[in-house]
């Protein structure tokens, strides 16, 4: 078993605003945490992996196939493997979440 604590994580800036840390992982999936300050955007991408995950703080807005799907805090989502999407802080405090990612993502690969 392995056990991974939130404040031992190391951070990395894969675009401004936009903080990762990738958390436990095993051969079929990872944990990777997300903080996007207010304002900040990640532009529209896609990658190969199915991607999960669950707000606990602040809220997000998702954009993907034309649509605007806003997530709060208590909201999971689920993207599906090579689907586009993007996602806007549009709020005034920080966003905090977990994803889940299958297969797992390596660091540094936070820009696929």
Request: hydrophobic share 35%; net charge negative.
């Amino acid at each position: 078993m392995e056990r991974v604590s939130l404040s031992d994580l190391e951070r990395t800036e894969a675009t401004d605003g936009v903080h990762l840390a990738l958390m436990a992982g095993s051969e079929s999936m990872n944990v990777q945490h997300f903080e996007i300050e207010p304002g900040a955007v990640v532009d529209e991408h896609s990658h190969p992996h199915e991607q999960t995950g669950f707000i606990y703080e602040g809220q997000l807005v998702f954009l993907t196939d034309g649509d605007e799907i806003a997530c709060a805090a208590g909201d999971s989502y689920a993207i599906p493997g090579g689907q586009a999407h993007a996602v806007e802080n549009r709020g005034d405090e920080a966003v905090r979440g977990v994803d889940i990612f299958s297969p797992p993502r390596e660091s540094p690969s936070w820009q696929e």
